[in-house]
């Protein structure tokens, strides 16, 4: 019945499936193979150029409706040159995106490229600095107007990290794309005060030389009707830059990223504040001069905002942080590493506003968050699907409880470095047993939120609160516990240090996960065993630094994770040569090893693995004690 479903219907179907389900539908038969490969579906195409390409192998991609291609590893070579228009001939009427990044290639190969790609909408050029090297690149005419043509389309174009681009060079590329929308120029070396550049008696100059920042803002002024995104991360944009180009006539942004610009202060973000309220995504990453006074004009002003990131502005408190409850269109807060923010300021900013429609946020580091917080934060906001709370130390089992009741849409949850967290918490149960254990109070001297000096649990209550959990999990008294978070597909629970076998067997049962990371936890072989015959799904594991585990734990995983493309087991020191011949023999689609530190593992084995396996990247670091 299948093979009769119409192609269309097919891929309608896999539009529904992650990228592994799809792969895995592919294979069905010829006909969802070809539904796979329609251009609703082919998100990202690589195809890898080099010295020795024909294009024999190319004729395989000639049935594809490729929409995007990145050109890497690209030489100067005749086969390769040859090999690459003609791919460009067959993908010239389905290509919608194309990407040079880092290639070297000559002028004239660049021009006939893309005189056959007629249907583009993005180009990326970043860090591809041959074209640009000589100063010449479409200094003829006949060339201007042939890509003027063709490249009508294109409406986002990327020139990041390209040392030599000039004003001049600058001012063609943006010719041959009239309707450019979206202009990313991340780490490129703009020169903001120009006066140097200018000859005497001249007023204004456009360089062949150096990129300025005023040919930039001639470009704003030209295009200010159109565009609608400008990245300028990782510049020496300052206040006053910032300021000139925010004002200008016309301009309505919707994207603005400043990620690392050091030089901006809160100048410079009240200014963009006042005269850019249509922005939905801003970015401000490491902007480390902006204070309150910013991010409250911000929060007051940019009401349309949607997607805001905050990540190290180490100098915002919860003052200013008060005031998202203004932002009533904001879906994604990235504000990982803020030391001064605390739960209350939180709690006021993303609490006070249910029809506030989060779905992402990142809470890194963010050291004085508390458990009340995160069970406001999810009891006001059910359909948040990411969630980082990593190295949120006073997280405790609450927490987890909280986020294991309401959180149902979760699909990405980070709580590494979470040391307060135990089974109980992941199993379901509120309050850890431990805390109900009397204070001694001749060994504890509390200073604020850290105890000095705690007697240590004496191995009798060691072993009451595991018969305690036994019980429990065998009476099936618990709820919530964290496998009821059934679309999760990203967990990270590296270095929570409180969990054990236990509670991991009981609760690592995700149909959906990709992506799990039990780093340094003292686990053994019985919860590699229960995780690999639960979590079908898995692509990416991390087991380092769990020393108990043996090579019957890898062989389980070689066996039943057929979808594993990256494995990390380094400082696994009870593992040998039989762990690396398990995954010879049964991990197929392997791309990516770490066995760094596994003192027992030989050289020689992983020699043997790299000669006759595909995988493309291992960490070998003092194997068997050797560099």
């Known amino acids: 019945m299948a093979v009769r479903l119409p192609q269309e219907v097919i891929t309608h179907i896999m ?40 294009y024999v192998p190319l004729s395989n991609f000639s049935h594809r409706r490729l929409s995007h291609l ?19 001939q067959q993908f010239n009427d389905s290509l919608k995106s194309l990407s040079f990044k880092s290639c070297n290639i000559t002028e004239s190969t660049f021009v006939e490229i893309l005189s056959y790609c007629i249907n583009l909408t993005s180009i990326d050029l970043s860090s591809c600095n041959s074209i640009f090297l000589s100063g010449r690149l479409l200094e003829k005419n006949a060339d201007l107007q042939l890509l003027r043509d063709s490249l009508k389309n294109v409406k986002d174009l990327n020139l990041s990290s390209i040392r030599q681009l000039s004003d001049v060079t600058f001012n063609r590329i943006v010719t041959i794309c009239p309707n450019v929308e979206r202009i990313t120029l991340v780490g490129s070396h703009i020169v903001f005060s120009s006066e140097h550049y200018i000859p005497r008696g001249k007023s204004r100059v456009v360089s062949s030389a150096v990129l300025t920042f005023n040919n930039i803002l001639d470009f704003v002024r030209m295009q200010a009707s159109l565009l609608t995104s400008i990245d300028l991360s990782r510049n020496q944009i300052n206040d006053d830059a910032l300021e000139s180009l925010v004002t200008i006539p016309d301009l309505h942004l919707q994207e603005l990223h400043l990620m690392a610009c050091k030089e901006i202060e809160d100048q410079g973000i009240i200014a963009l504040s006042h005269n850019q309220k249509s922005l939905k995504i ?70 006070s506003n249910a029809g506030m429609p989060l779905t992402r946020v ?17 009891y006001t906001h059910p359909y948040l699907a990411h969630l980082d709370l990593g190295s949120c130390n006073n997280i405790t089992n609450q927490s987890i409880f909280e986020i294991s009741k309401n959180l149902k849409q979760i699909q ?16 379901g149960f509120e309050q850890d047993i431990e805390e109900k254990r009397p204070t001694e109070t001749g060994c504890n001297k509390n200073y604020e939120s850290t105890t000095i000096f705690r007697k240590p649990i004496s191995k009798e209550e060691k072993m009451k609160v595991q018969k305690l959990k036994e019980e429990i999990i065998e009476k099936d008294l618990l709820r919530y516990k964290l496998s009821n978070l059934s679309k999760l597909r990203d967990l990270d629970l590296s270095v929570c240090l409180g969990l054990t076998d236990i509670g991991l067997v009981q609760v690592l049962k995700f149909q959906e996960l990709r992506y799990l ?34 090579d019957d734990a890898i062989e389980t995983v070689a066996k039943r994770l057929p979808r594993l493309n990256n494995l990390n087991i380094s400082s696994c020191d009870s593992l040998t040569d039989k762990s690396i011949r398990f995954i010879q023999i049964h991990c197929k689609r392997l791309r990516s090893l770490d066995v760094s530190f596994c003192r027992n593992i030989s050289p020689e ?23």
Request: aromatic share 6%; with cysteine; glycine share 4%.
């Open 282 to 351: 801003l970015d401000i990453k490491d902007c480390i001069g902006v204070t309150d006074a910013g991010i409250s004009a911000v929060a007051s002003n940019l009401v349309h905002l949607e997607n805001l990131a905050l990540n190290r502005c180490r100098n915002v408190t919860s003052n200013s942080v008060k005031k998202f409850r203004y932002l009533s269109h904001l879906q994604t807060l990235e504000m990982s590493d803020l030391y001064q923010v605390t739960s209350s300021g939180l709690e006021e900013g993303l609490c």
């Open 517 to 550: 990371n039990l780093n340094m936890i003292p686990i053994t072989d019985v919860t590699v065993l229960a995780l690999t015959a639960s979590n079908p799904s898995l692509e990416y594991l991390v087991l380092a630094k769990c020393a108990a585990i043996t």
């Open 70 to 88: 990145t050109l890497s590893q690209l030489d100067n070579s005749m086969n390769t040159k040859h090999a690459l228009l003609k791919s460009c």
């Open 412 to 427: 990405f949850l980070r709580l590494a470095w979470c040391k307060k967290i135990t089974d109980l918490g992941i199993l």
């Open 605 to 627: 084995a992983i020699d043997d693995l790299e000669r006759s396996h595909s995988v493309v990247s291992v960490n070998r670091r003092l194997v068997g004690g050797k560099t």
């Open 15 to 54: 539009r529904f499936l992650n990228v592994s389900d799809r792969k895995e539908a592919a294979m069905v038969n010829k006909t969802w193979y070809e539904a796979s490969l329609d251009p609703i579906l082919q998100r990202d195409v690589v195809l890898h150029f080099n010295g020795e390409t024909n």
């Open 362 to 378: 990142n809470l890194s580091c963010c050291s004085l968050i508390q458990d009340g917080f995160v069970e406001k934060l999810s």
